[in-house]
């Protein structure tokens, strides 16, 4: 839920240069803002589906590798304390005058579109979308991102690269602890503020760690009605009549470098979702792949229940592994040609009944072997460079 924000009468700034380039235009797999009618900024894109990649063989699981002006709620009106600017406590503050002097003006107050992924990772990476984040590429200077618990003091949060369209923000390491419930994201600059919420913390996350600036997938969580059979539909799951909607939809967002969760006890949850999800669920994974060589890649998903997996070669996303359904971890494969760049992507997870829980996704480029997908060739948008 976005929470509007106010212009402030201070002036709040955060000092931390990035030595990033993004582009600012370009966007993550990621729905469009309220799609659905969940909460505003939520979802993933939509795709074009495709016929010319093949799937279907069965294959053993044992190959695989493994923002002092109160804001009002838009929503339901209650006010939201902006933070204090004397309340900064990094020593990296700055002031308006370190900005260059022939930068151009912000252009107005702040205007949050998104964050994700909505539970961040302590020490981890997250992202702010919207308008008016930053001043120039790679001048954050003045931007600055604090987490506000429901109780407690505000957290401070490290702003690492940006353009006005989007920043890159590093969690605090003790970030679980000190966020036990919701938060609320807080951007300032010298323009004004803009608030966005939910987000939540954790310190579990398996997959591989703290993901790289601009790596893996950003997956969007549903929940489904109990007795579900397979995946939703992940062009309109909010549509689907298998998916909950009366908790958000999606309920909320994870980021995953490497897919690689091998078969494990239900009751030990998937990685990064919160403690309650353990069963009948699904996540739709969005990003792209980065292709250096081209050829014929072969994609492998093992998953206990179902699994599909998408790969855009020219022509739209098309299916390249179908390995949906309910069943024990099971491992399916497919094979598709790529040219060199980057390609859209899309990795679907339904989890169904306890018992077992398990998601494995790799690939066999071009004269190599079976390996997981490493994070370094999976990213969230198009970048030049971090």
């Known amino acids: 839920m976005r929470i509007a924000a106010v ?17 600012p235009n370009a966007a993550p797999g990621v729905d469009d803002a309220g799609e659905g009618g969940g909460g505003e900024g939520r979802g993933g894109a939509d795709a074009s589906g495709g016929d010319d990649a093949a799937s279907g063989a069965d294959v053993e699981p044992g190959d695989a590798g493994g923002p002092d002006a109160p804001v009002t709620d838009a929503a339901g009106g209650d006010d939201v304390a902006m933070p204090d600017a004397g309340d900064a406590s990094t020593s990296d503050t700055a002031t308006a005058e370190d900005a260059a002097p022939d930068a151009p003006p912000f252009g107005g107050a702040p205007e949050i579109t998104r964050v994700y992924p909505e539970v961040v ?17 790679n001048d954050v200077r003045e931007t600055r991102v604090q987490i506000l618990p429901e109780v407690g003091d505000p957290i401070e949060a490290r702003v690492v690269a940006g353009v006005p369209g989007r920043v890159v923000v590093s969690a605090p390491a003790d970030l679980h602890e000190r966020l036990p419930g919701l938060g609320t ?26 993901t790289l600036p601009g790596a893996g997938f950003v997956g969007n969580v549903y929940r489904l009605v109990e007795g579900a059979p397979q995946l939703p539909d992940l062009d309109a799951p909010c549509g689907d009549a298998v998916v909950r909607t009366d908790t958000g ?17 239900w009751d030990a949850g998937f990685p990064g979702l919160l403690a309650d999800v353990q069963e009948w669920f699904a996540i739709r994974f969005d990003g792209y792949l980065e292709i250096t060589t081209p050829g014929e890649y072969g994609f492998r998903t093992c998953s206990d229940d179902g699994s599909t997996f998408e790969v855009d070669s020219g022509s739209g996303l098309a299916v390249v592994v179908d390995n949906d359904g309910t069943h024990s971890m099971q491992c399916r494969e497919g094979t598709v040609t790529l040219d060199a760049g980057r390609h859209a992507a899309r990795l679907g997870y339904y989890q169904g009944p306890r018992t077992e829980i398990g998601m494995v996704l790799s690939w066999r480029p071009p004269g190599g072997d079976w390996a997981v997908i490493p994070e370094e060739a999976l990213r969230l948008f198009e970048l030049d460079a971090f």
């Open 7 to 23: 212009a402030l009468a201070s002036c709040v700034v955060l000092a931390c240069s990035g030595t990033a380039s993004i582009d």
């Open 121 to 137: 990772l302590s020490d981890g990476l997250f992202y702010v979308e919207g308008e008016r984040l930053a001043r120039l590429p």
């Open 185 to 210: 994201v807080v951007l300032t600059t010298p323009e004004g503020g803009d608030t966005w919420q939910p987000v939540f913390a954790t310190n579990d996350s398996t997959f591989s760690g703290k």
């Open 249 to 265: 939809c999606p309920f909320t967002s994870i980021l995953v470098g490497a897919v690689n969760i091998p078969e494990r006890s």
